[in-house]
C-alpha cells in the first residue's frame, strides 16, 4: 500500500522494505511473486525522478533547450529503471520464480495486463524486459509458450503507440 500514497518518501521507504522483504524471504517469496513483480512494474514511471519526464518536453527537437534529443532522454530513462531498487526486486522475484505452472500462469496474465493498461515508459520498457527475460530460460519459455500469443499481441500493440 506504501507505494500507492502520495507522498514520495513514503513510496521510497516502501521500496526499500519491499527489496528487503524480497531478499530475506528466499524461496517464500515464490507464492507472492506475481502480485510483488506486478506491483513494482506499475509503480516504475510513478517513482521515476519528475525531473526526467518533465525533461522529455525540453529537449532540442521538442524545441526544448536541453541539450539531448527525446530518444537520448528516453535511454538513460529506462537504463535508470533497470538499475533501480524495484528492479533488483524484481530480479530476485524471477530469480524465485521456479517452474510452477500455477504461478507462471498467474505472472504472465499480470504481465500481459499491465501492459494492457501499463503508463509510462520506464513501466513498459521494465515490463518488456522480464517478459525477455522470462523467454530467455529454457524451462521457464516452454511452460509459457501457451502465452505466447497473448504476449505478442499486446506487445504489438506498442509498436502503434506513437509516444
Given at each position: 500500500?506504501g ?6 518518501e513514503?513510496q ?6 519491499l527489496?528487503r522483504?524480497?531478499?530475506?524471504a528466499d ?9 510483488v513483480?506486478e506491483?513494482?512494474l506499475?509503480?516504475?514511471n510513478a517513482l521515476?525522478?519528475?525531473l526526467l519526464?518533465?525533461?522529455m518536453?525540453h ?6 533547450d ?10 538513460i530513462?529506462i ?6 531498487p ?5 530480479d530476485?522475484?524471477?530469480?524465485q520464480l521456479?517452474n510452477?505452472?500455477?504461478?507462471l ?7 500481459i495486463a499491465v501492459?494492457?493498461s501499463?503508463?509510462g515508459?520506464?513501466t ?5 524486459k522480464?517478459?525477455?527475460r522470462?523467454?530467455?530460460s529454457k524451462?521457464?519459455?516452454e511452460?509459457?509458450a501457451?502465452?505466447?500469443?497473448g ?7 506498442g509498436?502503434?503507440?506513437?509516444s
Amino acid at each position: 500500500k506504501g507505494l500507492n500514497l502520495p507522498n514520495k518518501e513514503a513510496q521510497i521507504i516502501s521500496v526499500e522494505a519491499l527489496v528487503r522483504i524480497t531478499e530475506a524471504a528466499d524461496i517464500l517469496i515464490k507464492p507472492h511473486i506475481p502480485d510483488v513483480v506486478e506491483t513494482l512494474l506499475k509503480s516504475m514511471n510513478a517513482l521515476e525522478d519528475q525531473l526526467l519526464q518533465y525533461a522529455m518536453f525540453h529537449t532540442e527537437d521538442q524545441g526544448g533547450d536541453l541539450k539531448m534529443s527525446k530518444e537520448q532522454l528516453e535511454r538513460i530513462r529506462i537504463q535508470g529503471a533497470a538499475e533501480s531498487p524495484m528492479q533488483k526486486a524484481i530480479d530476485i522475484c524471477l530469480l524465485q520464480l521456479g517452474n510452477d505452472p500455477k504461478i507462471l500462469d498467474e505472472l504472465a496474465s499480470r504481465l500481459i495486463a499491465v501492459v494492457r493498461s501499463g503508463i509510462g515508459l520506464t513501466t513498459l520498457a521494465s515490463t518488456a524486459k522480464v517478459i525477455e527475460r522470462l523467454f530467455e530460460s529454457k524451462t521457464l519459455s516452454e511452460s509459457l509458450a501457451k502465452h505466447g500469443k497473448g504476449f505478442l499481441k499486446v506487445i504489438s500493440l506498442g509498436f502503434r503507440d506513437r509516444s
